[in-house]
């Protein structure tokens, strides 16, 4: 099946520092969703983009719906040791019903 | 209070066994899915219901079978459970099947099959 190609695969940065990941894709969607997912636990929604060229901000994250439909960017601003975690973009089908294909993750590790 | 959840969270077992794996949704959602996340952590789709109706079904093998009782629960039965089972399985669930509705994650049940 189709898979999502985010980058990079992993990223170790200070506490303090900027983040910036990506997601791109040979297929266009209609919705672009990012999840956080921490170990043990299930995948929690940071945003949801829902047009092309939609920029959306929650806290110290910003995304960006690409204008191309077939990429998301991730940013995150000022990192915390909090934010640790595996990040997962995800798109929503053109279709009617909702089938998120997901991307392959960016793990990001902060250190003090 | 918690709004998707699932039981049991780990279960190791044998090749060959039946198991089954339960998720319930306190959030009035209608649509409620299945995923599992392989050990290189990729999640994919494998089941959703709507109102208890089979929506998507994304060519899982017919040993995984699963039943909607009602709209806030979904479980996942198994049959003669191979070693490539092994995974963690998450269920979701949304407030409609519709295209662009978050989706709300359970904390996994992680299946070892020894």
């Known amino acids: 099946g189709q898979q999502l190609n985010q980058s990079p695969q992993s990223m170790f940065i200070q506490e303090g520092e900027d983040v910036s990941m990506n997601c791109t894709s040979s297929s266009i969607f209609n919705t672009w969703l990012w999840y956080k997912q921490e170990p043990g636990e299930g995948p929690v929604l940071l945003i949801a983009?829902?047009?092309?060229?939609e920029l959306t901000s929650n806290g110290r994250l910003t995304a960006q719906f690409g204008i191309t439909r077939k990429d998301s960017f991730l940013n995150i601003s000022a990192s915390i040791p909090s934010d640790v975690g595996i990040y997962f973009c995800?798109?929503?089908?053109?279709?009617?019903?909702?089938?998120?294909?997901f991307g392959t993750g960016t793990r990001l590790q902060v250190t003090l | 209070d918690t709004a998707v959840s699932q039981t049991p969270k780990y279960l190791v077992t044998q090749m060959g066994n039946d198991k089954s794996i339960k998720c319930e949704q306190n959030l009035g959602h209608d649509t409620m899915y299945w995923y599992k996340q392989d050990s290189k952590k990729f999640l994919k789709i494998m089941f959703s219901?709507?109102?208890?109706?089979?929506?998507i079904n994304e060519t899982v093998p017919n040993r995984f079978s699963p039943k909607s009782p009602d709209k806030a629960h979904l479980n996942l039965h198994i049959n003669s459970l191979e070693l490539g089972d092994s995974a963690v399985y998450f269920c979701a669930s949304s407030r409609s099947h519709l295209q662009g509705q978050p989706q709300h994650f359970g904390d996994g049940t992680r299946l070892s099959i020894l």
């Open positions: 219901y709507n109102n208890k109706e089979l929506i």
């Open positions: 983009l829902y047009k092309a060229g």
């Open positions: 995800a798109g929503d089908t053109t279709g009617t019903a909702s089938k998120l294909t």
